[in-house]
């Protein structure tokens, strides 16, 4: 135990032990989380090793161009994870302005990785390979990826479950750094992308209703910041780093198994 | 706040200072040139479980990296280390129960 005591005095204002894992509390807590959330996507990254496993003739519709996205959007998760280390250390060191340009450098190469993920997501499905839940896109779908979605369903399905949850957690991530970086200057913000993305995208999409998940998150932000006004402090923007660092973490599993494992070579 | 948390708090930033810069960028270049094997292995015609042997190495000294030092966790205390990887692996582990059920699948006929 002699590694976790805190050397100092105030130890001794307080009626509790130091704590068994050496660090503060809030932090304890997100590592917990992101232990419980990394058994979520292990649990779905196997049943996507199973519906692979089990199924002879797994599609491999990966063209270059979906790799070379794929490729691209893993360099942009990876540079924010810089980018949001950069931004944990500008906090420590209390230079507020570096702390928010990092954060805002981490919430752009976010958004990115979201909107190519969109687009390849968005031209799969105009291409045929959908699920039932989705609306029809308008046009003639190729006879190769609708017969894939017909004769190998468990691929759409642990596909757009995988990189969905996945595309969820990032989008989740950009609004919590957005919060810690702006705090209420962002709801308006948020309301705007809302707008954008809700307008921007057309009715047989899947985002042009998913886009409303940014209006639910404005209206939570609200009731959140409106409870609990406060200024965040270094270790808030650390607790944030650690759950962007295991979205990112999570991608270099899903990028090999989803993707490269799945590469049309012609 | 408890004066215990706020210390706890200061102990923590003054090993972030401690950290060279330097280290989170060569973390980063090694993260993107190990992507680039990876990609560059995806169109090598490897047969699959050779090919899924390399590439899931890859991926876990990649995953390896970003805990150790974008999440911190090399600079953690022992108990944290332990109690935490340890608990996760076996959890992860546990899950290949299902495995040897997929293999069955494929090698079911018609009754």
Redesign the interface.
């Given at each position: 135990m002699a590694d976790v005591a805190v050397p100092h005095a105030a130890a001794g204002a307080s009626p509790y032990e130091p704590s068994l894992f050496g660090t503060y509390s809030k932090k304890i807590g997100m590592w917990l989380f992101l232990l419980s959330d990394s058994l979520t996507f292990g649990a779905l990254l196997w049943a996507y090793t199973y519906g692979r496993v089990s199924t002879p003739n797994w599609p491999t519709p990966f063209h270059s161009e979906s790799i070379r996205n794929a490729t691209l959007m893993t360099a942009f998760l990876l540079t924010s994870s810089l980018t949001m280390v950069l931004a944990v250390r500008a906090a420590v060191d209390g230079r507020t302005k570096a702390l928010r340009m990092w954060l805002l450098a981490t919430m752009a190469c976010g958004t990115a990785f979201i909107i190519l993920h969109g687009r390849e997501w968005s031209n799969l499905i105009a291409e045929g390979l959908t699920l039932p839940m989705f609306p029809t896109p308008p046009g003639h779908p190729s006879a190769e990826f609708a017969d894939v979605a017909k004769s190998v369903p468990q691929f759409p399905a642990t596909f757009f479950g995988l990189t969905g949850m996945h595309m969820l957690h990032v989008t989740i991530g950009v609004i919590y750094l957005g919060v810690v970086a702006l705090r209420k200057k962002f709801i308006p913000i948020l309301l705007g992308l809302w707008l954008v993305a809700w307008l921007a995208t057309p009715a047989y999409s899947p985002f042009h209703y998913g886009a409303h998940f940014l209006l639910l998150a404005a209206i939570a932000i609200s009731i959140i910041l409106w409870l609990k006004p406060k200024v965040y402090d270094p270790s808030d923007v650390e607790v944030a780093g650690l759950y962007w660092h295991f979205v990112d973490l999570v991608w270099m599993f899903i990028f090999p198994l989803v993707y490269l494992m799945s590469t049309r070579i012609v | 706040m408890?004066?215990?948390?706020?210390?706890?708090?200061e102990?923590?930033?003054e090993q972030?200072?401690h950290?060279s810069?330097s280290t989170?960028?060569w973390v980063?270049g090694a993260?993107?040139v190990m992507?680039g094997i990876?990609?560059f292995?995806?169109?090598q015609?490897m047969e699959?479980i050779r090919?899924?042997s390399i590439?899931?190495g890859?991926?876990i000294i990649?995953?390896a990296l970003?805990?150790a030092?974008?999440?911190?966790m090399k600079f953690?205390?022992?108990?944290?280390k332990w109690?935490?990887m340890a608990?996760?692996v076996f959890?992860?582990a546990m899950?290949?129960v299902?495995?040897p059920?997929?293999?069955r699948?494929?090698h079911l006929g018609v009754r």
């Open positions: - | 408890d004066a215990v948390q706020l210390a706890i708090e102990q923590v930033f972030h200072r950290h810069k989170f960028f980063w993260l993107l992507t990876e990609v292995l995806a169109y015609n699959p090919m899924l590439l899931m890859l991926s990649k995953a970003i805990i030092y974008f999440m911190h953690e205390v022992s108990t944290m109690l935490t608990s996760l959890c992860l899950m290949v299902f495995l059920d997929a293999f699948i494929l």
